[in-house]
Each structure stands twice: as C-alpha cells, then as structure tokens.
C-alpha cells in the first residue's frame, strides 16, 4: 500500500510539474500580449487611424482582451487545480506518515510478541510444574501405600501356603470350641 502511496505521490509531483510548466508558459504568452498591446496603443497616439483601421484596430484589441480573459480563466483554472493537487499531496504524506509510524508500531509489537510469549509460557509452566510436583508426590504416597498393601498380601498368603487357614481364633467364648470336640 505505501508502494502505491509512493507510485501516487510520484504522479502527482510529475503532474503538479506539467502544470506549472504549462503555467509559465501561458504567463509568458500573457506577457507578450500585453507587450504587443502596450506597443501597438503607444504605436497608435500621434496616429489618427482611419474608420476602417480604427474598426480592425477594436477588433485586434478585443480580441487580444477575449484571449487575455481566457487565458486569466485558465490559470486561475491551473492554480485551482495546483491547489487541490497540493492539498491531495499534503493529505496522502499525513497518510503515509500515519501509515508509518503505525508501521513502526506494528513491527515493535511483533518484536516483542517472542518476549511475551516466553513469559506467558513460563508463567503457565510454573503452575505446570507445580501441579506435576503435586502430582508426583501423590504417586510417590500412594505408590508407597500400595507396596505396603501388596506386602501385607504377599504375608498373608505366604502364612496361609505355609500353615493352613489364616482363621481368626475364638478363644474368647470358652466352652463352645471344647463341647464341639467332644
């Protein structure tokens, strides 16, 4: 886009020069009429013209005036324009300096988007970390627990392959365990 900007802004500084060419060029026609009137009225004060001279003469004159005029018409036309094109210029570098400083901008943010990612990251690992800490800890309990249930499994079938039952005893009730004897 700023490409572009640059591409329009060069179209305008080379149009904005054909018209100050073509400005000049009309001021000095300009110039050289009123000469040419300013010589021929000068020309004309001792001269007493003729009706038919006199006539032709007005006719030279107002014609030159019609050509003047035109011409007056054309550069006001030429400046209008100049005017515009300058204000369009000065518009389209406020753009283009927005454009850049916005540029700038944008480009320091992505600079520093690998900064903020890592600390995002690293804050998020931390409570990571802690949570598998946790967690590791747990296993580590219940890894415990679980040897200690699988040792007293592993001692209550090894008294029961080796010695029978692993029945509670009722010694407590006396007499019944020995009249079952009898």
Excluded: C, W
């Amino acid at each position: 886009m700023i490409k572009t900007d640059t591409l329009n802004t060069h179209n305008l500084k080379a149009e904005v020069t054909r018209l100050s060419g073509e400005l000049q060029v009309r001021d000095q026609l300009v110039q050289q009429l009123s000469q040419e009137l300013f010589r021929l009225v000068k020309g004309n004060v001792g001269y007493a013209p003729s009706p038919e001279m006199s006539d032709q003469h007005k006719a030279e004159v107002q014609k030159l005036r019609d050509q003047l005029k035109t011409l007056d018409q054309q550069v006001a036309t030429y400046q209008a324009e100049v005017g515009d094109r300058d204000s369009e210029i000065f518009d389209l570098r406020q753009t283009v300096q927005e454009l850049t400083d916005r540029s700038r901008m944008l480009e320091q943010v992505v600079q520093e988007l690998p900064g903020v990612y890592r600390e995002k990251f690293a804050e998020r690992l931390g409570s990571v970390k802690e949570r598998v800490s946790e967690l590791q800890k747990e296993n580590r309990r219940l890894h415990a627990e679980l040897q200690s249930v699988s040792y007293r499994l592993a001692v209550r079938s090894r008294k029961t392959s080796t010695g029978g039952l692993d029945l509670p005893s009722f010694s407590g009730f006396g007499g019944f365990g020995a009249s079952a004897s009898a």
